[in-house]
């Protein structure tokens, strides 16, 4: 019988029938998570940026009711839900901004469509946390 030490062998052919596997999976996930993440971001920058959500921004933020009731400055206050459509020359937008002033915070909800850059509002609404409802449409906003 030979009493010889062997080399020990590296551990690439150790472990190369479970790492192969392993390494495959977890590049396909990575490039999964990298894809989901960049639309998620890529359509919540959209929505941020959009000229409906600026403009109810600036509405609120000029509305003596709900500067009273929140404070100022209202801003943005997390992930704006919605959509925003653009098909040819027509778009459509609906969304639900989390927003916040010194106050108190609340939601406000935004729904538009334009023809070209022309806006048409249909809604910019706020609900402050306790409920209490207030339609900035009811009076005269262009």
């Known amino acids: 019988m030979n009493n010889e030490l ?47 959500l600026e403009y109810a921004l600036e509405k609120i933020n000029a509305d003596p009711n709900i500067v009273e009731q929140m404070g100022s400055p209202i801003e943005k206050n997390g992930i704006i839900q919605g959509e925003f459509n653009w098909i040819d020359d027509e778009k ?4 639900k901004v989390p927003v916040k002033g010194p106050k108190d915070t609340g939601t406000l909800f935004i729904k538009a469509t334009a023809i070209g850059d022309n806006w048409t509002y249909h809604e910019i609404r706020v609900v402050i946390q306790d409920n209490e409802e207030l339609n900035l449409l009811d009076e005269e906003w262009d």
């Open 6 to 52: 062997l080399p020990e062998q590296g551990w690439w052919k150790r472990n190369w029938s479970w790492a192969v596997p392993v390494g495959g999976c977890l590049t396909v996930l990575i490039i999964i998570g990298v894809s989901i993440g960049s639309i998620f971001f890529g359509v919540t920058s959209m929505l941020e940026d959009s000229v409906p």
């Open 92 to 95: 459509n937008a609906n969304m």
